[in-house]
T-cell receptor
Framework: NAGVTQTPKFQVLKTGQSMTLQCAQD?????MSWYRQDPGMGLRLIHY???????DQGEVPNGYNVSRSTTEDFPLRLLSAAPSQTSVYFC???????????FGDGTRLSIL | DQQVKQNSPSLSVQEGRISILNCDYT??????FLWYKKYPAEGPTFLIS?????DKNEDGRFTVFLNKSAKHLSLHIVPSQPGDSAVYFC??????????????FGQGTILTVHP
């Protein structure tokens, strides 16, 4: 039982490049979410999903896309990377939105 | 607008003593509160939660207190151990309305427990 797995752990991009951050969970959780953590600001919700085929925006969605084609996977896409998107990204999942979330170990992303 | 605030960036405590971490919130719709613990290079780990129908919840050395009128919650760790040294985040959500289930986090407090 791996829990929530995020790949890659580290990534450096150039401004304007696109990439996908992967997130997979093996706990059959319906609720999945993406956060970014910046110094002094805690974690902020980017996008979330309450089940396969259903996604919605969080607090800071601009510049990011998500899709949820399966229960297990919830990838986060950066369409055109900007230096302001330099951050640590965390994926999380829970049985439903009112249960504590399990977090992956994060992806540290630097945009040059 | 920071809806969840942890006003102490850091806290230093001696091993065996009590650690008290504080959190304030402004959104009166929040009715479910959680504490997470985070070690470097790892994701946050759920510690303890409390719903607004209670004012206290205990789990071993960890107790969370909720004061709804003051919009304040606190986490007590007794006794503190060096392994408790980590960043602690409080988080809040609403179990209804447009913010249903969306977690809002505080900025975190770095706890250091000295042997």
């Amino acid at each position: 039982n791996a829990g929530v797995t995020q790949t890659p752990k580290f990534q450096v991009l150039k401004t304007g490049q696109s990439m996908t951050l992967q997130c997979a969970q093996d706990m059959n959780h319906e609720y999945m979410s993406w956060y970014r953590q910046d110094p002094g600001m805690g974690l902020r919700l980017i996008h979330y999903s309450v089940g396969a085929g259903i996604t919605d925006q969080g607090e800071v969605p601009n510049g990011y896309n998500v899709s949820r084609s399966t229960t297990e996977d919830f990838p986060l896409r950066l369409l055109s990377a900007a230096p302001s998107q330099t951050s640590v990204y965390f994926c999380a999942s829970s049985i439903d939105r009112n249960q504590p979330q399990h977090f992956g170990d994060g992806t540290r992303l630097s945009i040059l | 607008d920071q809806q969840v605030k942890q006003n102490s960036p850091s806290l230093s405590v001696q091993e065996g003593r009590i650690s008290i971490l504080n959190c304030d919130y402004t959104n009166s719709m929040f009715d479910y509160f959680l504490w997470y613990k985070k070690y470097p290079a790892e994701g946050p780990t759920f510690l303890i939660s409390i719903s607004s129908i209670k004012d206290k919840n205990e789990d071993g050395r960890f107790t969370v207190f909720l004061n709804k009128s003051a919009k304040h919650l606190s986490l007590h760790i007794v006794p503190s151990q060096p392994g408790d040294s980590a960043v602690y985040f409080c988080a809040a959500s609403a179990t209804g309305g447009t913010s249903y289930g969306k977690l809002t986090f505080g900025q975190g407090t770095i706890l250091t427990v000295h042997p």
